[in-house]
C-alpha cells in the first residue's frame, strides 16, 4: 500500500528565534501572516496535529481541519524546557555534553532522541499501512527524527537535520520502506 506523507514544521515562536528549550506557546504574529501565505496544499486523507499550541496555530493559518495526535507531540525536553541553551551550558554543562553526543541520554528527565525517534518511527508506520495521503504538522525535533528514520541512519544523524520553521518535508511508503521525496 503506498503512502504520501507531508510532513509541515510549525511556524517560528519566541522560543525558536531566542534559541530556547520550547513550552507550550504560541505562534508569533509574522509566523501566522506566512503560513496563510503558504501555496495550497494537495488534498489529505489524514491531517494530523501535535497538540502543541503553535501546530495547531499553524493548521489554522493553513486553514486545515487536523486531529490532534500525541504521538506528533515535541520532544519532552524535561526541567531543561523554557531555557535556552546558554543557561543548560552554564548550569549543566556535562548534561548538556551527554545529551548531545550520547542519543540515549535524557539527563534533563524528559525524553531521550533515541526515545522520540521510536516513537515517531512507529507513528509513520501506522499511517503507512493506512496508506493515502497524510499531512502532519509538528515540529523540527519530530521531522528531525523521522527523516533519520527514513534515511535509516545512526540515531547521530538528528544533528545534521536542519528543518526550519513551515519546512514542507515529503516521504513516500510502499508499504516495505520509505523515501525521502524531493519536489519541484
Not at 497524510?134 to 521531522?143: D, K, L
Request: with cysteine.
Amino acid at each position: 500500500m503506498n503512502t504520501r506523507l507531508t510532513w509541515i514544521c510549525h511556524g517560528a515562536t519566541a522560543a525558536s528565534r531566542k534559541a530556547l528549550f520550547p513550552i507550550d506557546e504560541p505562534l508569533e504574529d509574522k509566523a501566522t501572516e506566512e503560513a496563510g501565505r503558504m501555496t495550497a496544499l494537495p488534498r489529505a486523507d489524514r491531517i494530523a496535529v501535535s497538540p502543541a499550541l503553535r501546530a495547531r496555530q499553524t493548521a489554522d493559518a493553513l486553514r486545515l481541519q487536523a486531529r490532534i495526535d500525541p504521538l506528533l507531540g515535541d520532544c519532552d525536553h524535561g526541567r531543561w524546557a523554557g531555557k535556552s541553551i546558554a543557561t543548560i551550558q552554564a548550569e549543566e554543562p556535562e548534561n548538556l555534553m551527554a545529551w548531545m553526543t550520547s542519543p540515549e541520554a535524557a539527563p534533563h528527565g524528559g525524553e531521550s532522541l533515541v526515545d522520540l525517534r521510536t516513537r515517531v518511527a512507529s507513528w509513520m508506520d501506522n499511517e503507512s499501512a493506512l496508506g493515502g495521503h497524510v499531512i502532519a504538522i509538528s515540529h523540527a525535533t519530530v521531522i528531525r527524527a523521522a527523516v533519520a528514520h527514513v534515511l535509516q541512519a545512526p540515531p547521530s544523524s538528528f544533528w545534521l537535520i536542519d528543518v526550519e520553521p513551515l519546512a514542507v518535508i515529503r516521504v513516500t511508503s510502499n508499504g516495505r520502506r520509505w523515501s525521502l521525496r524531493f519536489q519541484h
